[in-house]
């Protein structure tokens, strides 16, 4: 009887190759880092300002007006998050300011040895052909008794270079049927029951009622709100994410909006 021969076989490749995410923009991250102060001889870091900004530059698929545009308004809407009183118009403009401000405080009091930090972290969270979502973290410390922080949420439409407003998304008195439905969401998440006030549940809203903000961005086919630390409670109870999904608010999408689409 003939020998029989058992050859082993290379496993069959099941694996699907990922799908590359489809872009209608092309974009690099730009970053810079500088210290100020007298830290740069200080390996200690006491007496130092750290200045980290790193955000999203459009480089093409749109326009250049519209990547102007773009770019333009990303960093306006960072900077306008700065928590800095005067808004700079640029962070060159920014950084300045603080270095004057931090060089007059250890000037004054020679002994402060506390760091000072300001973070920018943003980046392009979704795109899609008539719009991208971008979002950006703010961190700041420049004395007291605790550090600031903020994530801001924006779209800009493709078409102009602008940002998304609700008014722009949705169809004309909107929040009569999106606040209710906004609401009940904001307290599963806040653990509010509805017989108690949201100024009961530790929250302040304009004449106790609750409204949405412009801090948001369209993500995943969902309206995706952030409230910031200080913005409607205090700070010790941080910030909320509140997601609305579009799917159930198809009759409120406005006609020619970026979101058009969604109806189908």
């Avoid at 974009?27 to 750290?50: H, N, V």
């Avoid at 093409?60 to 990303?74: C, D, F, M, R, T």
């Avoid at 603080?98 to 009091?109: Q, R």
């Avoid at 994410?241 to 999408?253: A, G, N, S």
Wanted: charged share 20%; aromatic share 14%; net charge negative.
């Amino acid at each position: 009887m003939a020998a029989c021969s058992f050859e082993k076989k290379a496993p069959e490749n099941t694996s699907l190759e990922p799908k590359a995410i489809r872009k209608f923009v092309n974009y690099e991250i730009s970053s810079f880092t500088e210290m100020m102060g007298p830290c740069k001889s200080d390996s200690a870091q006491r007496q130092c300002l750290i200045f980290q900004v790193e955000f999203p530059v459009i480089t093409g698929l749109v326009p250049q007006s519209v990547a102007e545009k773009l770019n333009y308004h990303i960093e306006k809407d960072i900077l306008s998050s700065s928590f800095i009183s005067n808004k700079p118009g640029s962070f060159k403009e920014l950084k300045e300011e603080l270095n004057a401000d931090y060089t007059s405080m250890i000037s004054d009091f020679p002994d402060y040895n506390n760091a000072w930090v300001f973070e920018v972290n943003s980046d392009i969270l979704y795109q899609d052909s008539l719009f991208i979502s971008v979002a950006t973290t703010v961190y700041s410390y420049t004395g007291g008794a605790h550090p600031n922080s903020g994530q801001v949420y924006r779209s800009y439409d493709l078409r102009t270079g602008d940002p998304i407003t609700l008014d722009q998304l949705l169809v004309e008195n909107y929040e009569a049927k999106l606040y209710p439905a906004a609401e009940i969401e904001f307290r599963m998440t806040r653990e509010i029951p509805p017989e108690m006030s949201l100024q009961e549940g530790g929250f302040w809203f304009d004449e106790g009622q609750f409204s949405l903000n412009e801090n948001f961005a369209i993500i995943n086919k969902s309206l995706v709100f952030y409230f910031n630390p200080y913005e409607i409670a205090p700070y010790s109870v941080g910030p909320t994410e509140l997601e609305l999904k579009l799917t159930d608010f198809v009759d409120l999408i406005a006609d020619g909006s970026v979101i058009d689409g969604y109806k189908n």
